[in-house]
């Protein structure tokens, strides 16, 4: 950075007197300078709250939002994880020469956690997250809502409808997975005829050291049709728990009557090599791990099947979308929305997002693109059942007493039946706080 | 063994006096000073910026104090205490008041921002897009003092038409003139993208009656490209301070919880963060899930504290005197081996030995069992046994340490006139060596155990907990301390994170740690009064 650059910027910093608002001069420097400076507009107010001894978390949003007028290239943030921002970098570079707004790319291991604890005043103003966080979010007042307006005909319709909650749209999808049957071809062929077939070549299932896995499992349990929550006539999620019934008892019990099948002490690391030594030969997993079985095996040594029933109805599993939000806390909400609706919504910036994630795409354009990919189009056949993943508060009480209620059934610690009823009362009485 | 007190004044005295400062000595000061008072000008015209007044004060104030004390002669004390004074203010004091602060209200899940922020956000939630209507394609204009909307509507013979609108004014083609391609409204002036971000405020308050066609409608944009038809569906009324839903006519009233609630008892999210008194310490002792496994957890979490200071100050001790043994070849090698445990970190070993515990993979069962499944930590006693047993492992160098410094510190002659007087060698452990040590040694036992009592990273990371009590209504497991069961309840309730309960029993912990350590410092000051 160049002297003169630095002293217009504290200029301006002693004019605006505002929260790092940094105008990007013309003929500005790379952008790694431009990072640096807010780095080091960033540090200093982080240092200034941390030595004055007071966070901001008591700022309303109200209060927060003093005009920036003055001020035309207030830069957007945005938050991803670390394997999406990459595929930003594009759209974020198209949006700045197009509007000379500069776009933050800050990758978090955190994202979801952070953005709930962030204080208003820190808060990104663009978020990519998976649909399941809008219960949490939503009931927070951490997103806006968003209107994608004729541009939502150009995604599948069941990864926008997961970003609608309330009533509301939360967010543009660029992704969604769901869990499907992958075997290596020396072990299962063709597709199997029965559940019983895949036992025989070897099923595994991972259950992160005994902790459960009730994700995974769920695609077992719904073939007794035992879904989670009961959907009401629009096909959203009530509280009410839809495998309390008989339908959850027969799965227990099943559960019971197959423990052998179960392997309390693998996880996903275990699995790999069990696959590799050609102890298991398919494995209840999602595309996630499709890059590795093409390293492994070849694309033609391993296939992606249709979960075969356990009990007798289709097996349904969970589906997982991810896309892009708009905090509530945007301090630049108008140039956030157009940066999420018109750019990150694009069919380019959608391609873009697949070819840098491999994430089976939402959008109708980059799904063409990737029609010929083994993985993307292997999962997206093999989960036409799929639901999406309820999004509902109550489903963060839901995870940890379904999985250690499992591994207690799979390990023998009580009947199965009274288990799952005290598994029920459980999970009402969290539900009901 | 003090060091004389009078020798000590005299030499403060000098300090005191301050000397006379080199000129390099000076000139570094002056120069840290500056950057120091630089920075914190900087963050103080951030803060002003910001509207954070009182913390802008405060920084002001320390800066002031801190430059004070520091160009001033003397005041060597002072110069010496001040940062860690400040560092302490921040990291301790601030963190222990702010918790207590919190332990009062609901801050959690749902309860996070203000009531004008929820109120906000209501606004902007609380409307629909008209089902069915239409998308526009919209500019947006600014007169001197007001900012208009133009946009393309289809008229009633089909073909489109740009019309013009402000908040008083509905939608219509009376004020526009110029082309299709190049529409004017006079005394109005389109805006590019960069003045529409800049006038973002004014743009996104824009609500445009929208006439006949949609009567209880408006027109809103959110990113000055596109608008729609949207309808409200909550009302909130500032006199009354009610929120009335407008498809069915429930009110909502204030339930000075941080909520609006209505008389049914359905309650309005977002919700804010409020005061709620003792709310949060009368749930942590009446609710039902909290009460059933809080004894057998509480047991656990002090037999797992006092277990761990035992087992490892034993084995430090027993160490400590095999290696205090002059006559001990190789001693350095096996001091620095033994040490090995402590320099890990902590969480990384925890994971380590949860893997080599593993049931059917593991290390331990495998290999040095040979094969056999002995479940580590999927039985309850078992798993309380692994855990102490990696407390073990990871403490003893720390008891070796302390213990070998403090052995080293007793006068030789002490023992030497011991063995004249014809004390056997566990006469003179119990009667000589362990008085004098527990005399430094105790306070560190104390803290030991505090430590262990609050030891979040070994359990959670070990058995998370497990395995699970299935007795317990709330999702206990056999190895959960205090601290972990706060966490599994507070960031695991129906909507998330309750930052008010854990800090509410954080502080009840407090208390619990604070009487136990008082007693035992007690202790060690008699012990020390003993000698």
Known sequence: ??????????????????????????????????????????????????????????????????????????????????????????????????????????????????????????????????????????????????????????????????????????????????????????????????????????????????????????????????????????????????????????????????????????????????????????????????????????????????????????????????????????QNAVAATKFIVDYLGGDAAQINLYESTGRIPSNLAALETAKDSKIAAGFGAAGANAQPMPAIPAMNSVWSFWGSTEVAIIKGDGDPATLWTKMVEDINAAIAG | MSVSTKEKKTKTKALDDGGTPSLLGTVIKLILLGILAAGMLFAIMILIGNGSYFVAGLATLVTLVILFIYLRRGMLPAKYMIPGLIFMMIFQVYVAVYSGYIAFTNYGGGHIGSKSGAIEIMALTGQERVPESPELTIKILQSSDEIGMLALITQDDGVKAWEFGTNDSILSPEKVSGTFEEPVVDGYKILNFSEVVANQDAITQLKIPAGDEYPSAYVLTKDGSYAYFYQPTLAYDPETDTVTRVTDGMVFTDNADGNFQSATGEKLFPGWRADVGFANFIKAFTDERIRGPFLGVTLWTFAFAILSVLTTFAMGLGLALLFNDKTFRGRKIYRVAMILPYAFPGFLSAMIWRSMFNEKYGFINQVILGGVDIPWLSDAWLAKLAILFVNFWLGFPYMFLIVLGALQAIPEELMESAKIDGATPWQQLRLIKLPLLLVSVAPLLVTSFAFNFNNFTLIYLLTGGGPKNIDAGLNAGHTDILITLVYKLAFNAGEGSDFGLASAFSILIFFVVGTISYLGFRRSRTLEDMN
């Open chain 1, 1 to 330: 950075m160049t002297t003169p650059d630095f002293q217009r910027l504290l200029i301006e910093l002693a004019i605006a007197g505002k929260s790092i608002p940094i105008q990007v001069l013309k003929g500005a420097p790379l952008k790694s300078t431009k990072r640096s400076l807010f780095a080091l507009g960033a540090v200093a107010a982080a240092s200034a709250l941390v030595l004055s001894g007071c966070a901001s978390t008591e700022e309303t949003p109200t209060e927060s939002a003093a005009p920036t007028q003055t001020v035309d290239a207030t830069p957007l943030t945005v938050w991803s994880d670390e394997v999406e921002a990459p595929g930003l970098e594009a759209a974020a570079a198209q949006f700045e020469a197009d509007t000379g707004i500069p776009v933050n790319l800050v990758v978090k291991t955190e994202v979801r956690n952070d953005f709930v604890a962030a204080p208003a005043a820190e808060s990104p103003d663009v978020v990519l997250g998976a649909h399941d966080w809008l219960g949490e979010l939503v009931s927070n007042g951490l997103l806006a809502p968003l209107e994608l307006g004729d541009r939502a005909a150009g995604f599948v319709a069941g990864s926008i409808n997961a970003f609608n909650y309330d009533g509301q749209q939360y967010g543009v999808p660029y992704t969604q997975e769901n869990i499907a049957l992958a075997c290596t071809t020396e072990a299962m062929p063709s597709a199997p005829a029965s559940f019983q077939d895949v036992v025989d070549a070897g099923l595994a299932i991972s259950l992160n050291d005994g902790t459960g896995d009730p994700y995974h499992m769920y695609s077992l349990q719904t073939s007794f049709g035992a879904t989670v929550f009961k959907q009401d006539e629009t096909g959203s999620y009530t509280s009410e728990l839809g495998m309390a019934g008989p339908e959850g008892l027969a799965f227990a019990q099943w559960l019971k009557d197959n423990a052998n099948i179960f392997d309390l002490s693998n996880n996903g690391d275990i699995v790999k090599e069990q696959m590799l030594s050609g102890d298991k030969g398919c494995w209840i997993t999602g595309p996630w791990n499709g890059a590795w079985f093409n390293e492994n095996f070849g694309e033609d040594g391993w296939e992606i099947y249709t979960i075969p029933s356990a009990g007798g109805q289709p097996s349904v599993q969970f589906s997982g979308v991810r896309g892009v939000m708009l905090s509530a806390n945007s």
